[in-house]
């Protein structure tokens, strides 16, 4: 008999996506908040080092996703999609991984190195140095940083309502092949 076509994601990869996704929404809001309510919220730079310490995890959380994503493929799209609307999901996620999980918190780390800040880990270890410190390349590494982090804000946008769409629109089980179902 054929195997009946999955359509949800298992329990490992929503445990990551979830995490990864409510990590990074925090880091995101902390970012927001640390830089544009300085003066309100950021007296003593507590938001920037809470920043530091959450979004750098995802340093770490990124190499055991991708490891483990890459020896488990994904459930299959809808038939309802066409190959190109497949095509497009596909190269969304590869931007997502490889723009907003990977190259922001590098940058991030890049940033902080330039200036010759730390980044506690977790507030638990020191991220050692991901390149010398250079004042020159103080301007360049914050644009980079901000600009990737608003690029990224806007990515994640389109891929919160593209999860809409597909759950409340195209009523398929895209969305809801994602959630956790807890079991009482
Ligand atoms: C190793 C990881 C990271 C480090 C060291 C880092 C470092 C920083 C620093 C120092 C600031 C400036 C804060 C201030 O001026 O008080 C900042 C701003 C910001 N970061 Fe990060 N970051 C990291 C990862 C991330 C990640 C993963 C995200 C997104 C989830 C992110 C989003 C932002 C945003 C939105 C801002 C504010 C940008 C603006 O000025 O509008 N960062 N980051
Ligand atoms: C409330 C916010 C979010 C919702 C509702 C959501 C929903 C979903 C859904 C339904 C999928 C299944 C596949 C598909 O879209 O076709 C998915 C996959 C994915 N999401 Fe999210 N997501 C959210 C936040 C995030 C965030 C913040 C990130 C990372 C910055 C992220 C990264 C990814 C990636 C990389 C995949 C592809 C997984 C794979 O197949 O390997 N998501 N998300």
Redesign the pocket.
């Known amino acids: 008999m054929p195997k009946a076509k999955t359509t949800e994601y298992s329990n490992t990869a929503k445990w990551l996506h979830w995490g990864m996704a409510l990590v990074?929404?925090s880091?995101?809001a902390l970012?927001?908040l640390?830089?544009?309510w300085?003066d309100e919220l950021?007296p003593h730079?507590e938001?920037?080092f809470l920043?530091?310490a959450l979004?750098?995890t995802?340093?770490f959380m990124i190499v055991v996703r991708v490891a483990w994503r890459l020896k488990n493929p994904p459930p299959a799209l809808p038939d309802h999609m066409s190959g190109l609307m497949k095509q497009g999901a596909m190269i969304g996620h590869i931007l997502l991984y490889a723009i907003?999980l990977i190259a922001?918190?590098?940058?991030?780390?890049y940033?902080?190195s330039v200036?010759d800040?730390p980044?506690l880990v977790a507030g638990l270890f020191l991220?050692p140095p991901l390149v010398a410190p250079d004042p020159d390349l103080y301007d360049l590494a914050?644009y980079i940083?901000?600009w990737t982090?608003?690029c990224?804000?806007a990515l994640v946008g389109g891929h919160l309502l593209v999860a809409i769409k597909h759950h409340f629109i195209d009523k398929d089980d895209v969305l809801a092949g994602m959630l956790l179902k807890i079991r009482r």
């Open positions: 990074w929404m880091s995101w970012g927001i640390a830089t544009h300085r950021n730079h938001l920037t920043h530091k979004a750098s995802l340093l907003a922001l918190p590098l940058s991030g780390w940033w902080s200036a800040k980044i991220l914050k940083h901000t982090s608003w990224c804000g």
